[in-house]
């Protein structure tokens, strides 16, 4: 039984989050997820999902839990916006962009709102990021401005245009990464005008 625990207590450590999947490939049985958890050396933070009791937490915990969940996922919108400090708006659920066949996940930790894409709209302008010792799958904060005027009718106009500015604000000369974007995301257009009133 320790040697046992030290395994998964160091894989907990090196993952961030363990799932018993993850237990399963390394030839430890599912049960000692529950073993663990009843005493003390795992904590429970989502259905599946344990974590070591002292492992610090941060601000984007629930960005962690999600991609651990659904691992083929890339967290985007007010999701990233926030991740990437161009809102000031606080999302309830971890907006999560999937290929457009894909189906939808059947559990996860907290409360998902996807987005279907598919190509070079997908699979473009997307980050890792190490969140809680778990590799986050984020899009770039270009790529996230972009996405936001193509689904301006989900996070609104408004969202759109703050997330612009505090883009350009902060990324002085990023004007051409975004307009790549936006040629990939198809919205030159509809952001032109706005780009040109905040430049």
């Not at 958890?37 to 989502?46: C, E, F, H, I």
């Not at 919205?187 to 430049?199: D, F, K, N």
Request: aromatic share 6%; charged share 25%; proline share 5%.
């Amino acid at each position: 039984m320790k040697t046992i625990e030290s395994r998964v207590v160091s894989l907990a450590r090196k993952l961030g989050v363990v799932r018993p999947r993850d237990l399963r490939d390394r030839n430890i049985p599912r049960e000692y997820a529950q073993r663990l958890l009843a005493r003390g050396s795992l904590t429970r933070v989502g259905r599946g999902l344990y974590t070591l009791p002292d492992a610090s937490i941060s601000a984007n915990r629930s960005l962690a839990e999600v991609a651990k969940a659904v691992p083929k996922g890339v967290v985007c919108l007010l999701s990233a916006l926030r991740f990437h400090g161009l809102t000031t708006q606080n999302p309830s659920e971890v907006w999560l962009a999937v290929e457009s066949k894909a189906w939808r996940p059947r559990r996860t930790p907290f409360p998902v709102r996807l987005v279907h894409l598919s190509g070079r709209a997908l699979g473009s302008g997307i980050r890792t990021h190490r969140i809680d010792g778990v590799a986050v799958r984020i899009y770039s904060p270009a790529k996230t401005v972009a996405d936001c005027f193509k689904f301006r009718n989900k996070v609104g106009l408004d969202v759109a245009v703050e997330a612009l500015r505090d883009y350009l604000a902060r990324n002085r000369g990023g004007a051409d990464e975004l307009w790549r974007c936006a040629r990939i995301c198809r919205v030159t257009r509809v952001i032109q005008p706005y780009l040109e009133a905040v430049l």
